[in-house]
């Protein structure tokens, strides 16, 4: 079975769903009839030995899809909180600007020093932060493919 997904894929693959439940079906109500004909017993027993085997593989493609979806949802959940953090830390030197424009407008003979190299502090240790995970974001979207 392959991984990728696409509606056609699905489609095809409740169909072949549907075809294995209504064959069970089927066999069941042959088997509970009373007129059963025993000699039909071994090749009944290799029906079910093949959909048995066609139930465990399809259980096998639904864990990779849930694993794939884990995955997915890791990824945007660390994409979501680096844009979260870059724009909390753009409201922040936006409000610290601010302030220092209204100080600086009050005063215009003192430079704030101390205020603008704490800014750049923070700013150095959030920038570099959270660049720190963007390749390895980058990359693990560019080897996965998306549903």
Same mark, same amino acid.
């Given at each position: /079975?392959?991984?990728? *997904?696409?509606?056609?894929?699905?489609?095809?693959?409740?169909?072949?769903? $549907?075809?294995?439940?209504? $064959?069970?079906?089927?066999? %069941?109500?042959?088997?509970?009839?009373?007129?059963?004909?025993?000699?039909?017993?071994?090749?009944? #027993?290799?029906?079910?030995?093949?959909?048995?085997?066609? *139930?465990?593989?399809?259980?096998?493609?639904?864990?990779?899809?849930?694993?794939? #979806?884990?995955? +997915?949802?890791?990824?945007? #959940?660390? @994409? +979501?909180?680096? =844009? +979260?953090? #870059?724009? %909390?830390?753009?409201?922040? /030197?936006?409000?610290?600007?601010?302030?220092?424009?209204?100080?600086?407008?009050?005063?215009?003979? &003192?430079?704030?020093?101390?205020?603008?190299?704490?800014?750049?502090? $923070?700013?150095? *240790?959030? @920038? *570099?932060?959270?660049?720190?995970? =963007?390749?390895?974001?980058?990359? &693990?979207?560019? +080897?996965?493919?998306?549903?």
């Amino acid at each position: /079975m392959s991984v990728g *997904v696409n509606y056609a894929a699905l489609d095809s693959e409740r169909q072949r769903q $549907e075809d294995l439940l209504r $064959e069970l079906r089927e066999l %069941e109500k042959e088997m509970t009839s009373p007129p059963f004909d025993k000699t039909q017993l071994p090749q009944l #027993a290799s029906n079910v030995g093949t959909l048995t085997g066609n *139930v465990g593989s399809c259980w096998d493609y639904v864990d990779q899809l849930a694993s794939l #979806a884990q995955i +997915h949802l890791k990824s945007a #959940a660390e @994409y +979501h909180q680096f =844009f +979260h953090e #870059a724009n %909390e830390l753009e409201s922040k /030197m936006e409000r610290q600007l601010a302030i220092a424009k209204d100080r600086q407008e009050l005063n215009p003979g &003192r430079l704030i020093y101390k205020e603008t190299s704490r800014l750049a502090n $923070e700013i150095r *240790v959030r @920038y *570099v932060g959270s660049w720190s995970c =963007f390749p390895s974001l980058n990359n &693990r979207f560019a +080897h996965k493919s998306c549903f």
